[in-house]
């Protein structure tokens, strides 16, 4: 298939893409898969608080068993007591979720696939800002129509990273680090023509 390649002037050609990563059937179990497994391993899982186990003190009993008129106790630390431990005490938790690679491939080959479709995913030969500075940024996504977008490109790219850091419907990112939950979360994506062979070549 191919995928037009939009300029300031208009339309300046064509790229001929590969079906596999453009033009395939959006598999929308597939990507909530992908997407969920991707926050779930973003959760720190660092609650923590201390059981009666963990709390210091309360080695010894309070008073003896029985001949007292009191109810029985064998610590001060139980959860009965004021500076007691918690009953049920959360713990450090790992909220990861599996997916193997060929599942994520094809997860964002789906994502991929349906941007092209809505026609929110825009192919530029090149695009880049020669000093990092937002207002120029600003001005070449004007010049496209663009406003609430992802900047993808071949590799890194710091002047377009500080241009865009404080815009929060920007956001730039290259190919080895973008992730299905950016793809999804901006208007458009806003890709250069390497970075649009890099990813055929990523997800092959």
Same mark, same amino acid.
Not at 33 to 57: E, H, I, P
Not at 75 to 88: D, E, H, K, N, Y
Not at 132 to 159: D, Y
């Given at each position: 298939?191919? $995928? ?16 596999? =990563?453009?033009?395939? %059937? ?7 898969? !992908?997407? =969920?497994? &991707?926050?779930?391993? !973003? ?20 008073? /003896? ?6 109810? /029985? @106790? ?11 431990? %918690?009953?049920? !005490? ?13 599942? &994520?491939? @094809? @997860? ?8 092209? /479709? ?19 940024? *600003?001005?070449?996504?004007? @010049?496209?129509? $663009?406003?609430?977008? *992802?900047?993808? =490109? ?5 002047? *377009?990273?500080?241009?865009? /850091?404080? $815009?929060?419907?920007?956001? %730039? ?32």
């Amino acid at each position: 298939m191919e $995928l037009t390649i939009a300029s300031p002037a208009g339309d300046a050609g064509t790229v001929t893409v590969s079906d596999a =990563t453009f033009g395939r %059937v959006f598999n929308e179990d597939l990507v909530h898969q !992908a997407v =969920t497994a &991707y926050l779930a391993g !973003a959760r720190q899982g660092t609650r923590a608080q201390k059981s009666r186990s963990d709390v210091s003190g309360g080695g010894k009993k309070p008073w /003896r068993q029985k001949g007292t008129g009191r109810a /029985r @106790a064998g610590t001060i630390r139980s959860p009965l007591w004021r500076s007691g431990g %918690v009953t049920f !005490a959360a713990r450090p938790q790992d909220h990861s979720q599996k997916i193997n690679r060929k599942m &994520y491939r @094809a @997860a964002l080959q789906s994502i991929l696939s349906e941007l092209a /479709r809505q026609q929110r995913l825009v192919v530029v030969e090149d695009f880049a800002v020669e000093q990092p500075k937002t207002k120029e940024l *600003l001005k070449k996504l004007a @010049a496209l129509g $663009l406003t609430n977008v *992802l900047i993808v =490109t071949e590799s890194a790219n710091e002047n *377009l990273a500080l241009s865009a /850091r404080n $815009l929060h419907a920007v956001d %730039v990112s290259d190919v080895a680090a973008v992730d299905p939950v950016r793809l999804i979360g901006f208007d458009h994506v806003l890709m250069t023509v390497p970075a649009v062979k890099k990813f055929e070549e990523v997800l092959a």
